[in-house]
C-alpha cells in the first residue's frame, strides 16, 4: 500500500485528491486547518514544523508522495498569501522529502494555478526565491491578488529549479506542479470566480467551462503515482485550454 501526504485535504481540491486516492487503496495523511488527520497552520513556521512532525509520526515507514494543496485566494492580505501558497507549499514538500521511499517511482506535487500564465510582480516573485521570508511577506502588504499571482509563479519555478537537482531527479524524486484553471471550489466561490466576468476573462476556459476539484485529481495521482518514472519539473496546466488561449504560440 502507497502513503501519501496531502495539504489542504479539508475540502477543495486537496480533499478530492485524498479522496481518489484513498478510494485506490492508498493511506492518506491529510493536512489542515480542520478537518483533517493532521491539524496545522502552514502559514507560520512553527505550524509547518508541527505538521512535519506530526505527519513522520503517522507515515510509519515513510511515504510514497507529497501533495502540497493548501492555499489561500486574493480575498485575504498578501502577506498571508505569500506565506501559505509560496513558503507553506514550499516546506511543506521540502520537509517531507526525506521521507520519500527511495525504490520505485515516487514525488512531490505543488499545486500552483493558471495565474503562473500571467504577468506577475517580479520583484515579489524574487523576493520569494531569494529573500527570507520575513522580506517576502513584508514587500506583499495587503494586495492578495498581486501577491497571489506572485506566490504561484514562485512555486512553480522553484519547481523547474528543484526538480533536477540531486535532492529530487539525483535521488529518484519527481517534483511537479499542476496549474487548474477556474474549478468551483468553497475558496473560488469566496472570490465569486465563477460569477465574475473579470476572472472569465483572465481565465477563458474553452473546453467545459470551470472544472470541478474531483476532475483535478486523476492528474494528480498519475504525477505522484508508481507509473509516473519521467515526467518530473513540469508545470502542467489543467485549465480547459485557457493557457493556450491566453499566450498562443508563446511557449518559453
Known amino acids: 500500500m502507497r502513503t501519501y501526504a496531502v495539504s489542504g485535504a479539508g475540502s477543495g481540491i486537496g480533499l478530492a485528491i485524498s479522496q481518489y486516492l484513498r478510494k485506490a487503496g492508498s493511506q492518506v495523511i491529510g493536512v489542515d486547518l480542520h478537518e483533517a488527520d493532521v491539524i496545522a497552520d502552514l502559514s507560520t513556521k512553527e505550524g509547518r514544523l508541527g505538521a512535519a512532525t506530526a505527519v513522520k509520526k503517522a507515515a510509519g515507514d515513510g511515504l510514497h508522495g507529497i501533495v502540497a494543496c493548501a492555499g489561500v485566494s486574493t480575498m485575504v492580505p498578501g502577506r498571508l498569501v505569500i506565506a501559505v501558497n509560496f513558503f507553506g507549499a514550499r516546506d511543506f514538500i521540502t520537509s517531507l522529502a526525506p521521507l520519500l521511499h527511495t525504490e520505485g517511482n515516487v514525488g512531490a506535487v505543488a499545486i500552483a494555478s493558471a495565474a503562473s500564465s500571467h504577468p506577475a510582480d517580479q520583484r515579489l ?7 527570507s521570508e520575513e522580506q517576502a511577506v513584508a514587500a506583499a502588504g495587503d494586495d492578495g491578488r498581486a501577491a497571489y499571482g506572485a506566490s504561484k509563479t514562485a512555486l512553480v519555478r522553484w519547481v523547474r529549479r528543484a526538480a533536477p537537482t ?3 531527479a539525483g535521488a529518484g524524486r519527481s517534483l511537479n506542479a499542476v496549474s ?3 474549478v468551483l471550489t468553497p475558496m473560488m466561490a469566496e472570490a465569486n470566480a465563477a460569477e465574475d466576468p473579470r476572472f472569465r476573462e483572465r ?3 474553452p473546453l467545459h467551462g470551470p472544472a470541478v476539484a474531483d476532475q483535478i485529481a486523476p492528474l494528480v495521482a498519475h504525477l505522484i503515482g508508481p507509473e509516473n518514472s519521467h515526467v518530473s519539473g513540469q508545470n502542467i496546466f489543467i485549465d480547459g485550454a485557457s493557457e493556450a488561449q491566453v499566450r498562443g504560440d508563446v511557449i518559453w
Open 166 to 168: 540531486d535532492e529530487w
Open 203 to 205: 481565465y477563458p476556459m
Open 180 to 182: 487548474p484553471g477556474l
Open 125 to 131: 516573485v524574487r523576493s520569494c526565491l531569494e529573500g
